[in-house]
């Protein structure tokens, strides 16, 4: 399946591999994402209960581990865990209008799990 957020399926694996569970929700959120030794201040593109595309034409490599800061209007703001899952890098020849990363969350706590999916069920029920 390809990803909603760009059209074209992650890299790292065949369509079949990637095909989505939960839905994404296009959102434009800021987001702070920090490393061990990186700070980066981004935009959230889609959200689901199980991760976020950030876009940026500076993604982090995949596997990297960050903690994630952003608040959805009229909610508490979620500070979570994530992992670069895939990366859509800038192209040389302009031919990616959507660069970024795929970023799960991980290590989430059964009341952060709960929270994020009452957040993105509350969003996607506000559009219908």
């Known amino acids: 399946m390809m990803d909603e957020?760009?059209?074209?399926t992650p890299p790292g694996?065949?369509?079949a591999e990637n095909r989505r569970v939960h839905d994404r929700i296009p959102v434009e959120w800021n987001v702070d994402c920090a490393t061990e030794d990186t700070f980066l201040y981004a935009a959230i593109a889609n959200i689901s209960a199980m991760g976020i595309f950030i876009r940026t034409t500076e993604p982090l490599a995949v596997g990297t581990e960050m903690e994630l800061s952003f608040s959805p209007p009229g909610a508490t703001a979620f500070k979570l865990k994530g992992q670069v899952a895939w990366v859509n890098p800038?192209?040389?020849?302009?031919?990616?209008?959507?660069?970024?990363?795929g970023v799960r969350f991980v290590n989430l706590t059964q009341a952060d799990r709960e929270r994020l999916v009452d957040v993105v069920h509350a969003i996607a029920y506000l559009r219908e």
């Open 90 to 101: 800038v192209r040389a020849d302009g031919d990616n209008p959507n660069p970024g990363m």
């Open 13 to 15: 694996g065949s369509a």
């Open 5 to 8: 957020a760009d059209g074209k």
